[in-house]
């Protein structure tokens, strides 16, 4: 039979946690792993008592109580044993903390997952039955502009227009929040095509062209002959590069924007910088923090609508494998810069 010390000296070296306890439930041996484990010194391991059930029915997982309150994980397997001429039990603990710990992410992942899931389905629900009555709203004041001829009715027109208007920023609102709960959700699909700078362009001065006619302000467009198309998704190229010039239209007035499509290259190809440069308030150190925080409210000036259209479009930019930079200086101004590459080869 061997002999306790020889079997004490072939279990040192065990990579798993050993410990013997015998029928009173008192720690008699542990080995190096199991000190690493409970995170105590053998010493004041022996002749404590183990506090756990000791049968041999198969695995049992183990929450441990660390030496400092951390909790580990441990699957137990227990047989029977002769130790030192007495009946007792050999406990064999493998450290599971890890998996545990992976496990508890995942199944957090999972539900963070599902939660989003919901909340978009929610979204495109409420969505399409505000789109409904507004779509009407539209319709009708359209109608009735185009029936208006009689000079009794003269400030009518206006006062339909900013009816139209008002519905025309509640659909911007309901759209940027289902795409913010689409993205948070993973439900935002990538249309990739040969887009033309110079009808890229042209698109976004029609959509400005009002608002920068009414802040007095004037926009100077430059096209590098290197850039003239870009493969990319054109539909969230447009709608970053609206919300970086209709912020800097929004905070200038009677002043100079200039739009420059420039290109770029690095290690990783050619590149194209696409950058506005305006002469507004500026944003402030605190403020450039949070710029691209959902819901956030700038102190600089107070800012109307929902304040998601620079989080759009930094989720939008890191889809098309870019990124946007910043810079700005209270009372001068700032330019915001997204850059992509001017091909993407593959999507996640």
């Not at 049968?55 to 400092?68: A, C, V």
């Not at 519905?167 to 699909?189: P, V, Y």
């Not at 430059?222 to 912020?247: R, V």
Request: charged share 25%; hydrophobic share 40%.
């Amino acid at each position: 039979m061997m002999r306790s010390s020889d079997f004490a000296k072939i279990i040192e070296t065990v990579g798993d946690s050993i410990l013997v306890v015998d029928k009173m439930g008192v720690i008699r041996f542990v080995n190096p792993a199991a000190c690493r484990l409970f995170q105590r010194d053998a010493d004041e391991l022996k002749g404590q008592i183990f506090g756990f059930p000791l049968t041999s029915d198969g695995r049992k997982e183990l929450d441990i109580i660390q030496k400092g309150g951390h909790i580990a994980f441990a699957e137990m397997v227990v047989v029977d044993i002769e130790w030192e001429g007495e009946d007792a039990y050999l406990a064999t603990l493998r450290d599971i903390t890890r998996r545990k710990q992976d496990e508890a992410k995942l199944a957090e992942a999972r539900a963070t997952i599902e939660a989003n899931r919901l909340k978009s389905k929610f979204l495109t629900s409420l969505s399409n039955e505000l789109k409904t009555p507004l779509n009407r709203i539209l319709d009708y004041t359209n109608v009735i502009l185009d029936d208006f001829n009689n000079e009794y009715f003269v400030d009518a027109p206006g006062d339909i227009q900013q009816i139209q208007e008002s519905a025309h920023r509640l659909m911007t609102m309901i759209d940027q929040l289902l795409s913010l709960a689409n993205i948070e959700g993973g439900m935002i699909d990538i249309v990739l095509d040969s887009v033309s700078m110079e009808h890229l362009v042209n698109g976004l001065i029609r959509n400005l062209h009002s608002f920068a006619s009414s802040q007095n302000d004037r926009l100077h467009v430059t096209i590098h002959s290197e850039c003239q198309s870009i493969y990319t998704d054109g539909q969230k190229l447009h709608t970053i590069l609206f919300h970086m010039l209709h912020n800097a239209i929004k905070y200038s007035s009677n002043s100079d924007i200039k739009f420059r499509i420039l290109p770029e290259h690095n290690e990783s190809g050619r590149w194209i910088k696409f950058e506005v440069e305006d002469q507004g308030t500026g944003i402030s150190p605190d403020d450039l923090e949070r710029l691209f925080d959902p819901f956030q409210p700038k102190s600089t000036q107070e800012m109307s609508g929902l304040g998601v259209g620079l989080t759009l479009s930094q989720h939008f930019s890191r889809l098309l494998h870019g990124y946007i930079e910043v810079h700005s200086e209270v009372g001068k101004g700032s330019i915001f810069a997204l850059h992509l590459p001017q091909q993407i080869a593959w999507v996640n």
